[in-house]
């Protein structure tokens, strides 16, 4: 931004009409700006002659926060659906994106509300960034429908569809229906929960950045293999933590409340004993958890774990009749709690395990 400072109310001698040469603000040096334009008897102005002194603390603020507000205005507005893919859009975008996500890593991505603000963040987007495998099937299409931004409809150029780039688990082989209970028929899509998988799911998150900001291209690449190697030494530094312990195992040593830790035992090497549940997403019936409970207790299973939405009740049932104790973990980044990023939520979930596998 051009500012010219302009001595006294001007007209009344040669120096009080003088003005000095243009100046280029810099929002980065408040006392140097100060200092060029704002001396106590200058007063300041654009074209306009004769124009009374202002305080040049409260000019100065006025032009921050317009700096401000252009900057954001030139940044890329992401709405992701979960907490992690806003971390990795943050991590990829760095400046030049302003992200937000819809959820706020608590809740069952499965089982969402749609509520109005939701609506009108995606209906103010450029770019929008779901897990998809049917994730979000529940909610986010209602969302994406009624927003009425076609950038960031299904296809559209701000569309970004993270499972797409991932080489999925558990697809179903035969056909799918109903009464199997919530099966993905395009596979798991808790594969955020692994950091490799993670890695190549970021990657679609990448090409959309590029497609809508092709200028950047550059900066959103070489970010993205700053983060691709991030996650790839978090995942071999936490596996070195773990393979000491999973080679004294004769035998598998967790069970899990629904299927949504397939991706992060995959990524650790890790056996797990299956699911409580019977079918994905039915609440187990009583039979199925005493049955479950005696297998896994003579499996020598060490610890259940569920999301921190599954239900308490439940898991204090099947720790009541295996003797297994069991706890609820957090499986997503959680910006507004003590999980602030993706590297908290593994180090939580390595320690938790960490801790089963070496209490005697």
């Not at 773990?242 to 899990?256: I, M, N, T, Y």
């Not at 610890?303 to 957090?330: C, D, H, M, R, V």
Request: glycine residues 8%.
């Amino acid at each position: 931004m051009i500012f010219r400072a302009r001595r006294g109310r001007g007209g009344k001698s040669p120096e009080a009409a003088m003005e000095w040469p243009l100046r280029t603000f810099s929002d980065d040096d408040e006392a140097a700006a100060e200092k060029a334009f704002f001396w106590p008897k200058w007063g300041f102005s654009g074209n306009c002659q004769g124009q009374a002194p202002i305080q040049g603390k409260f000019v100065l603020s006025i032009l921050f926060t317009l700096s401000s507000l252009l900057q954001a205005a030139d940044k890329i507005k992401v709405i992701t659906s979960t907490t992690d893919l806003a971390w990795a859009a943050q991590e990829i975008g760095k400046d030049f994106v302003e992200v937000k996500p819809l959820l706020k890593g608590t809740e069952n991505p499965h089982y969402v509300d749609t509520i109005p603000e939701f609506i009108r963040l995606v209906a103010d987007a450029q770019v929008v960034c779901i897990i998809g495998l049917e994730l979000e099937i529940g909610w986010m299409p209602k969302v994406l429908a009624r927003s009425g931004n076609s950038q960031v409809q299904q296809g559209g150029k701000g569309y970004c569809e993270t499972g797409k780039g991932v080489t999925v688990l558990e697809k179903p082989a035969g056909p799918v229906d109903r009464s199997m209970g919530d099966v993905h028929p395009m596979g798991n899509p808790h594969f955020w929960l692994s950091p490799k998988s993670f890695t190549e799911g970021a990657g679609q998150i990448t090409e959309v950045l590029v497609r809508v900001d092709p200028t950047h291209s550059s900066e959103f690449q070489n970010n993205y293999k700053a983060l691709a190697k991030k996650l790839e030494d978090l995942q071999k530094k936490n596996k070195a933590r773990l393979a000491p312990l999973l080679a004294k195992l004769s035998g598998p040593p967790l069970v899990e409340y629904h299927k949504e830790f397939s991706y992060f035992f995959n990524a650790y090497g890790i056996t797990s004993f299956g699911s409580i549940e019977e079918k994905p997403g039915v609440p187990p019936s009583a039979g199925r958890i005493a049955e479950i409970s005696t297998s896994a207790k003579a499996a020598g299973v060490k610890l259940a774990i569920g999301g921190e939405y599954a239900p308490k009740n439940t898991l204090e049932k099947f720790s009541e009749i295996s003797g297994i104790p069991s706890k609820q973990l957090p499986t997503s980044v959680q910006p507004d709690g003590k999980i602030k990023d993706y590297m908290a939520l593994q180090e939580d979930l390595v320690d938790a395990l960490v801790k089963a596998l070496t209490k005697k």
